[in-house]
């Protein structure tokens, strides 16, 4: 059972940069893949970024490339996903997930609550 907390959410200016963390329970973190993903209203979920267990292979949806990147530090069982040059469609709720097989697709186990991101133009 893995338990994700995310946190970093609020409201920052078209440009600007925002931090998402995701804190996770229990001692098998770097066991497990972890994605960011994320839903506006009215939308559907989709896939934002992934990162493998070890760190070293990273994806990310084609609308972040070179504005975000993922990462993670398995001795604090936590993921991050620093956001730059934001815009406003941006703005969703942003969910921390794991699995234990790294993908880009929606079939995570774990997920959090979801933190809200507000892009102002």
């Known amino acids: 059972q893995v338990q994700l907390v995310e946190s970093g959410g609020g409201l920052v200016q078209a440009g600007g940069s925002l931090r998402l963390s995701c804190a996770a329970s229990?001692?098998?973190?770097?066991?497990?893949?972890m994605g960011w993903f994320r839903q506006a209203p009215g939308k559907e979920r989709e896939f934002v970024a992934a990162i493998s267990q070890s760190g070293g292979t990273t994806y990310y949806a084609d609308f972040v490339k070179g504005r975000f990147t993922i990462s993670r530090d398995n001795a604090k069982n936590s993921v991050t996903l620093q956001m730059n040059s934001v815009k406003p469609e941006d703005t969703a709720v942003y969910y921390c997930?794991?699995?234990?097989?790294?993908?880009?697709?929606?079939?995570?186990?774990?997920w959090g609550r979801g933190t809200q991101v507000t892009v102002s133009s």
């Open positions: 997930a794991a699995d234990p097989r790294v993908s880009t697709g929606l079939l995570y186990d774990y």
């Open positions: 229990g001692r098998t973190f770097s066991r497990y893949a």
